[in-house]
């Protein structure tokens, strides 16, 4: 399923969730998305209100990085970065300095501040 970052970095976005590395990269129209094929992690994105389905094809503009350890020790920050905004967005508050992506994201599903 191919799944748009409504957040869009200069470098785009790498996410990582249980291990598996999404690199959310400028396609042809300039959506950053990225391909998840596990429908669990789909699912996860999509609860988040910085992510939406994308329908139809795309061409990505750059090459997507490869998943490797230099890559995804980065998509944990950027993955904590998203779980903020996404946060922010449906509370209209930054959450506690000290809150794991893990923890926001089950706050953000569950509607608990």
């Given at each position: 399923?191919?799944?748009?970052?409504?957040?869009?970095?200069?470098?785009?976005?790498l996410?990582t969730?249980e291990g598996?590395?999404?690199?959310?990269?400028?396609?042809?129209l300039?959506r950053h998305?990225?391909e998840?094929?596990?429908?669990?992690?789909?699912?996860?994105?999509?609860?988040i209100?910085?992510?939406?389905?994308v329908?139809?094809?795309?061409?990505?503009?750059?090459t997507p990085?490869a998943?490797?350890?230099e890559?995804?020790?980065?998509?944990v920050?950027?993955?904590?970065e998203?779980?903020?905004?996404a946060?922010?967005?449906?509370?209209?508050?930054?959450?506690h300095?000290?809150?794991?992506?893990?923890?926001?994201?089950?706050?953000?599903?569950?509607?608990?501040?």
């Amino acid at each position: 399923m191919l799944i748009e970052c409504k957040i869009k970095r200069p470098d785009g976005s790498l996410v990582t969730i249980e291990g598996v590395a999404y690199d959310f990269q400028p396609d042809d129209l300039g959506r950053h998305v990225a391909e998840v094929e596990n429908e669990q992690h789909a699912e996860r994105l999509l609860s988040i209100d910085a992510y939406r389905k994308v329908e139809g094809k795309t061409e990505f503009k750059g090459t997507p990085k490869a998943d490797n350890a230099e890559t995804l020790s980065p998509g944990v920050e950027s993955d904590l970065e998203a779980a903020r905004a996404a946060y922010l967005e449906k509370f209209g508050k930054k959450p506690h300095h000290s809150m794991k992506a893990e923890t926001i994201y089950e706050r953000i599903e569950a509607g608990d501040e």
